[in-house]
């Protein structure tokens, strides 16, 4: 397969294996619902590591951005496109100085207006900087001040944080928090705003783009990012989203002591034209079959979000406890496959049911000529 490369995968989920031969994929949602239940709603899915040279090949926009970069730029052209200022809730993996750069870049091509405030977490050990003291007037302005290690912080600051009850993942929890603006990312100082938290005894540290957002907000927020985990469990496990199939044999055989490096520069030395269109056709069809399946399942989530009652009520779904009055992608997904070939008496003229009959047709008309 195209893009199939060696990837480390840092997790504090034992039964996951360090190496992994697979795609990388990159998933943009929007978080959907009502007061009862949120979902994350797909809106793109790309795969982002070890296609450099395909997407040379066809002359992409994103061939040189590492998989950090062309994420948030993506959700920076999806901000712009719907006008509108969004948060963008990312893993602490994604908090780093090129992407802070594609921000502030976004922000000039639109005229100074962010439409993303970026919020993410920070990592244990990171190093911030107070803002410069006044100018001497001698020498270069400094860019940076005094060094400050936020996991200092915790015990330095411990008097100065302010405890509040939070609703957190659908529990009330204690939460203790200190809000602190600092400079941070060498070269860039650009000012960030730090939240420390303590729940439960453990220690986090968030961190916003924007320094006028209430801390409270920043946390309450970041706990919406866990519904694309849940996505992703629902996208593999209910349609199968990541179930394709689709090789090609102008790709030599992966080897599995093959470095990520050496992958990409084996794929980038092929030159025959033929081979290279039949190579991006591949990649085309696994990155549609993906898409396609976002599709479904965003179709799913709009279902049990206006359908909710129709879909308890239905007779096949039983369960013993109710969770939550907005069912799940399974449940939804359990009563439609149930009524889908009902579907089809009652909606004989629809387009779709048309070209499935046709090919019905067709099937059982070879059938009786071969026999």
Not at 178 to 206: A, H, P
Not at 332 to 350: H, M
């Given at each position: ?180 603006d600092l400079l941070w990312g060498r070269k860039l100082y650009q000012e960030l705003r730090f939240v420390l938290t303590v729940i439960n005894g453990v220690e986090s540290i968030m961190v916003s783009t924007a320094l006028d957002i209430h801390p409270e907000t920043i946390i309450l927020l970041y706990c919406y990012r866990f519904k694309i985990e849940v996505f992703f469990r629902a996208f593999g496990q209910c349609i199968a989203g990541l179930g394709y199939h689709f090789w090609n044999k102008d790709i030599s055989l992966l080897d599995k002591f093959e470095s990520a490096k050496e992958s990409v520069a ?106």
């Amino acid at each position: 397969m195209p893009a199939v490369k060696k990837m480390h995968q840092e997790s504090e989920n034992s039964t996951k294996r360090e190496y992994v031969m697979a795609h990388l994929f990159g998933t943009l949602g929007i978080v959907i619902g009502n007061g009862a239940k949120q979902f994350c709603a797909p809106l793109s899915m790309t795969i982002q590591d070890g296609c450099r040279p395909i997407l040379e090949w066809m002359g992409s926009e994103y061939a040189r951005d590492s998989h950090v970069t062309c994420l948030v730029r993506q959700a920076c052209k999806t901000a712009a496109l719907m006008v509108k200022d969004c948060f963008l809730l990312m893993d602490r993996y994604f908090i780093s100085v090129p992407a802070l750069a594609v921000i502030a870049a976004a922000k000039v091509s639109t005229a100074g207006h962010n439409f993303i405030t970026m919020i993410t977490r920070a990592k244990i050990d990171f190093m911030a900087y107070e803002k410069p003291g006044p100018y001497p007037g001698r020498g270069r302005p400094r860019k940076k001040g005094k060094d400050v290690k936020l996991h200092d912080l915790f015990k330095e600051k411990a008097d100065a944080f302010t405890v509040v009850k939070l609703r957190l993942y659908g529990i009330e929890n204690e939460v203790r928090y200190y809000c602190v603006d600092l400079l941070w990312g060498r070269k860039l100082y650009q000012e960030l705003r730090f939240v420390l938290t303590v729940i439960n005894g453990v220690e986090s540290i968030m961190v916003s783009t924007a320094l006028d957002i209430h801390p409270e907000t920043i946390i309450l927020l970041y706990c919406y990012r866990f519904k694309i985990e849940v996505f992703f469990r629902a996208f593999g496990q209910c349609i199968a989203g990541l179930g394709y199939h689709f090789w090609n044999k102008d790709i030599s055989l992966l080897d599995k002591f093959e470095s990520a490096k050496e992958s990409v520069a084996r794929l980038a030395k092929i030159t025959d034209i033929g081979a290279r269109e039949s190579i991006i056709r591949t990649y085309k069809a696994i990155e549609g079959f993906v898409m396609l399946c976002c599709i479904a399942i965003g179709t799913i989530q709009i279902c049990a979000l206006r359908y909710a009652q129709i879909f308890n009520d239905y007779p096949i779904r039983w369960l013993r406890t109710y969770t939550n009055i907005v069912p799940s992608e399974a449940s939804v997904q359990i009563c439609l496959r149930d009524y889908f070939g009902r579907f089809f008496n009652k909606c004989p003229k629809l387009r779709i049911v048309e070209i499935v009959f046709a090919k019905r047709a067709k099937s059982a008309q070879l059938l009786d000529d071969s026999a």
